[in-house]
């Protein structure tokens, strides 16, 4: 059982360079005799896979982008037959086409061995009751955690998202011990539990969260809610699914499995490659998938890579927690706003004053940006003394301003009065569309 010895992930940092050498080398080659996009593109540069002998001249290969999933839909990016496919997933995307990717039998048990590392990682074992409540279907969330955890031997409790008393019921009833959801789910789980006074029943001890973007305060109340250590996963369909990059014990970073990706930190705009440590988009190659390979796919999401050892003693680079999508970021009256950057600030400035759960409202007026954030004020706050309410969202705009540069409108909604979600929240409304 691979997953359980832990060569893959110690090896030596040169042997790792090699091992990826040999496999990119193999897997251009490989793209380029199959897959039509991705020749046009090495030709348009006057490349040939012989000019590609190691990682070396990785930064020659042409980038891949979401764009060309829909070109290609559903499968022409696909380097396998379908009969060599077994599987199938979806993203929805919030314009267009679905993007649709493809796995093999042989990717499917190299995402298993992914998702199993973490669990090993993080202490789970054959005698953990793994609770998977990420969406099942086209999601890849829901049946990626489900086999990494059944590779390990544990016991599977395939829940899907939705119907939050059962899930809590069963949670209770099966004693689950390992919770994997997205981390706005978590603390919707959290927050339920607490009003139901469930909490000294639950057997949890960790959770697996992913999906979305989250602060360290947001994992801070999950873990307190919740009564356990939360861990961050990441990954994305085109890649993999979740995943792609894992924490470990040390909560320090996500271990980026290199043996099977290779990251990159790009200038979204240059396209340049940064220097180790830079903040860019994240750029991946997949080395070993067999039915849908990326060549340096850009992925949108900014981040940055530490090639530091970590006290874990895994070699593999770990990336920080992604801030957000280059194309979630909001650019309003001309000053570049991530939708996390404004959950630090709640959480931070309110402490237990405001629950995790938000809004942020751009409209324009007048040829102006309108930017309204919407904060629900947690239960013990909520109080009919207009006074504290008056302060706290005064105090709120201060902080907003001083973080982002420029002002919004705060609104300290009733509790419960924003819509939770069971997958991934959805934190913005754009109102903008076709205005000036
Ligand atoms: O969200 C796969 C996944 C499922 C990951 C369950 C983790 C857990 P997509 O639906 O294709 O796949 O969305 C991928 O979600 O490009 C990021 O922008 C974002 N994302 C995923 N994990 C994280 C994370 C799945 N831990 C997109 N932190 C990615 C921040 C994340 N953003």
Request: with cysteine; charged share 25%.
């Amino acid at each position: 059982m691979p997953y359980r010895d832990k060569t893959a992930e110690t090896m030596p940092r040169e042997a790792l360079r090699r091992l990826q050498s040999e496999r990119l080398v193999a897997q251009v080659a490989r793209c380029y005799e199959r897959v039509e996009c991705f020749r046009k593109r090495m030709d348009e540069k006057g490349l040939t896979p012989a000019d590609i002998r190691g990682v070396e001249d990785l930064n020659k290969l042409p980038f891949s982008y979401k764009k060309d999933l829909r070109d290609y839909y559903p499968y022409g990016l696909f380097a396998e037959p379908l009969e060599k496919v077994v599987r199938v997933h979806a993203s929805s995307g919030t314009t267009g086409k679905r993007i649709v990717v493809g796995y093999t039998e042989n990717d499917i048990s190299m995402w298993a061995e992914c998702f199993a590392r973490m669990l090993t990682a993080i202490g789970v074992t054959e005698k953990d009751v793994v609770q998977v409540s990420y969406g099942y279907g086209l999601f890849t969330g829901g049946f990626g955690a489900h086999a990494g955890a059944e590779a390990i031997g544990a016991t599977v409790i395939p829940m899907s998202s939705g119907n939050t008393a059962l899930q809590i019921q069963t949670m209770i009833d099966f004693g689950a011990t390992v919770l994997c959801c997205t981390p706005s789910y978590a603390m919707y789980l959290a927050e339920e539990i607490e009003r139901a006074g469930l909490k000294d029943q639950l057997k949890l001890k960790a959770g697996v969260f992913g999906a979305e973007p989250w602060s360290e305060t947001m994992r801070a109340r999950i873990e307190e809610g919740l009564g356990i250590k939360a861990y961050d996963i990441y990954g994305l369909s085109e890649v993999l699914g979740p995943g792609v990059a894992c924490e470990c014990e040390a909560q320090a970073g996500m271990h980026v499995w290199e043996d099977h990706f290779i990251p990159e930190i790009i200038d979204p705009d240059t396209g340049e490659v940064l220097p180790e440590g830079a903040t860019g988009e994240l750029v991946f190659t997949s080395l070993t998938k067999e039915a849908f390979p990326v060549i340096r796919y850009r992925t949108r999401d900014i981040c940055s890579l530490n090639y530091e050892p970590c006290a874990c003693g895994r070699t593999h680079v770990r990336m920080r927690k992604p801030s957000g999508r280059s194309d979630d970021m909001l650019i309003i009256r001309g000053v570049n706003v991530f939708p996390s950057q404004i959950e630090e600030v709640l959480l931070k400035v309110c402490g237990q004053d405001v629950t995790p759960n938000y809004q942020i409202v751009v409209d324009r007026v007048n040829n102006n940006d309108t930017f309204d954030v919407n904060v629900e004020m947690s239960e013990s706050f909520f109080t009919d003394d207009i006074r504290s309410i008056d302060r706290l969202e005064r105090l709120l705009v201060e902080r907003l301003r001083s973080t982002l540069g420029i002002g919004a409108k705060v609104h300290l909604v009733n509790p419960k009065s924003i819509v939770r979600s069971e997958g991934k929240a959805k934190r913005v409304i754009d109102n903008r569309q076709g205005k000036i």
